[in-house]
């Protein structure tokens, strides 16, 4: 069962944390949040009770783009879309969840700097839907 981290209340995910949490994934991660802040999309670090841990919603100007939480092993991007925005992903990239209500999850697990480049493909394609 995969483990949470980033789970105490008390200690904000700075850069020390996450890299002290994220071990071998923080280059990845590293990479992503560069990448983020030159796209112009703000990282909020959030910590939420109903999960118990810290999450991170990235948003472009006011669009929420995708969240971020820390798991043992890997980065969780989740993004959300609906049945018409949907459409215009790849299909390589669609793994698609079960509906929350009207909009469609979509989850990648970031594990390796190998994976980046479909994930800034699917922040890409959110970001600059209307």
Same mark, same amino acid.
């Given at each position: 069962?995969? *483990?949470?981290?980033?789970?105490?209340?008390? *200690?904000?995910? /700075?850069?020390? *944390? #996450?890299?002290?949490?994220? %071990?071998?994934?923080?280059?990845?991660?590293?990479?992503?949040?560069?990448? &983020? +802040?030159? /796209?112009?999309? +703000?990282?909020?670090?959030?910590?939420?009770?109903? %999960? !118990?841990?810290?999450?991170?919603?990235?948003?472009?100007?006011? !669009?929420?783009?995708?969240? #971020? /939480?820390?798991? =043992? %092993?890997?980065?969780?991007?989740?993004?959300?879309?609906?049945?018409?925005?949907? =459409?215009? *992903?790849?299909?390589?990239?669609?793994?698609? =969840?079960?509906?929350?209500? !009207?909009?469609?999850?979509?989850?990648?697990? #970031?594990? /390796?700097?190998?994976? #980046?480049?479909? &994930?800034?493909? &699917?922040?890409?394609?959110?970001?600059?839907?209307?």
């Amino acid at each position: 069962m995969p *483990i949470p981290l980033l789970t105490e209340e008390a *200690i904000y995910p /700075s850069e020390d *944390i #996450l890299q002290a949490a994220l %071990g071998d994934i923080y280059p990845a991660f590293r990479q992503l949040s560069n990448w &983020l +802040a030159e /796209s112009q999309i +703000a990282m909020e670090w959030r910590y939420y009770n109903d %999960g !118990k841990a810290w999450l991170c919603k990235c948003v472009h100007k006011k !669009k929420t783009v995708l969240w #971020l /939480s820390a798991w =043992e %092993g890997y980065v969780q991007a989740g993004f959300f879309f609906t049945g018409k925005t949907c =459409e215009g *992903i790849p299909e390589r990239l669609k793994r698609f =969840e079960k509906n929350v209500g !009207k909009l469609i999850p979509l989850v990648m697990k #970031l594990s /390796s700097e190998d994976q #980046l480049d479909d &994930l800034m493909t &699917l922040v890409e394609y959110k970001k600059n839907l209307k």
